[in-house]
């Protein structure tokens, strides 16, 4: 009976965590200011305009062409070119203008669509299937590698000129998590997470 009701403390408790931090899922990013052009508001919920734009406009455009076979009218070397090109309004992002929020999410969606005609033109080629999939697996590891390694390096250098440098459990934009885990009377789990800063290193 007790084993039972430690089982249901603990499913329950990993509930009221998942709970707390439910608006990170959400948003991939603290909620403050210097992100506020990263997330879209839907109701009261905001979401990354890149999970929640991109790669729904990918998954999306890939079924249509599939189940309407767009793709087998279009020749594998065109679906591949214009893919590219749709997918490289990402350098965009060096430019600065994709802090216009409309700009950034029109960029996801050419990203998102660029990606499918990509996804199609390498399933289109003469090869074999294996031999497609093995050429898709390879793409698109390295793009969304170099997508991930672009987005990390955004955050630590927005973080790094924040006054809260890296310190999460002091960071306003962490304050409702720390709140909700507080009122839920759980473990403040990011209360004592920090990285080092470059001002502690120089000291």
Same mark, same amino acid.
């Given at each position: 009976?007790?084993?039972?009701?430690?089982?249901?403390? /603990?499913? #329950?408790?990993? *509930?009221?965590?998942?709970?707390?931090?439910?608006?990170?899922?959400?948003?991939?990013?603290?909620?403050?200011?210097? =992100?506020?052009?990263?997330? $879209? /508001?839907?109701?009261? &919920?905001?979401?990354? $305009?890149?999970?929640?734009?991109? &790669?729904?406009?990918? *998954?999306? +455009?890939?079924?249509?062409?599939?189940? =309407?076979? @767009?793709?087998?009218?279009?020749?594998?070397?065109?679906?591949? $070119? =214009?893919?590219?090109?749709?997918? #490289? +309004?990402?350098?965009?992002?060096?430019?600065?203008?994709?802090?216009?929020?409309?700009?950034?999410?029109?960029?996801? $969606?050419?990203?998102?669509?660029?990606?499918?005609?990509?996804?199609?033109?390498?399933?289109?080629?003469?090869?074999?299937? =294996? %031999?497609?999939?093995?050429?898709?697996? @390879?793409?698109?590891?390295? @793009?969304? %590698?170099?997508?991930?390694?672009?987005?990390?390096?955004?955050?630590?250098?927005?973080?790094?000129?924040?006054?809260?440098?890296? /310190?999460?459990?002091?960071?306003?934009? *962490?304050?409702?998590?720390?709140?909700?885990?507080? /009122?839920?009377?759980?473990?403040?789990?990011?209360?004592?997470?920090?990285?080092?800063?470059?001002?502690?290193?120089?000291?």
């Amino acid at each position: 009976m007790k084993c039972k009701e430690k089982k249901k403390s /603990k499913l #329950s408790e990993t *509930f009221l965590v998942i709970k707390s931090f439910g608006s990170f899922f959400l948003r991939h990013h603290p909620e403050c200011e210097n =992100f506020k052009g990263h997330a $879209i /508001k839907f109701r009261k &919920y905001e979401f990354c $305009i890149g999970c929640f734009i991109g &790669y729904p406009t990918s *998954f999306i +455009t890939i079924i249509i062409l599939g189940v =309407f076979k @767009l793709n087998e009218s279009i020749p594998s070397n065109y679906l591949i $070119i =214009f893919g590219i090109l749709f997918m #490289s +309004t990402f350098f965009l992002s060096f430019t600065g203008v994709t802090k216009i929020k409309i700009i950034k999410i029109i960029q996801k $969606i050419f990203i998102g669509f660029g990606s499918a005609l990509i996804f199609w033109g390498i399933f289109s080629l003469n090869f074999s299937v =294996f %031999t497609n999939f093995i050429i898709f697996l @390879l793409v698109f590891s390295t @793009l969304i %590698t170099v997508l991930n390694i672009y987005h990390a390096y955004g955050l630590y250098n927005t973080c790094k000129k924040c006054e809260s440098q890296f /310190k999460w459990g002091q960071c306003s934009g *962490f304050e409702a998590i720390r709140n909700k885990l507080k /009122k839920y009377n759980l473990p403040n789990l990011i209360g004592d997470i920090e990285f080092p800063s470059k001002s502690k290193k120089q000291k």
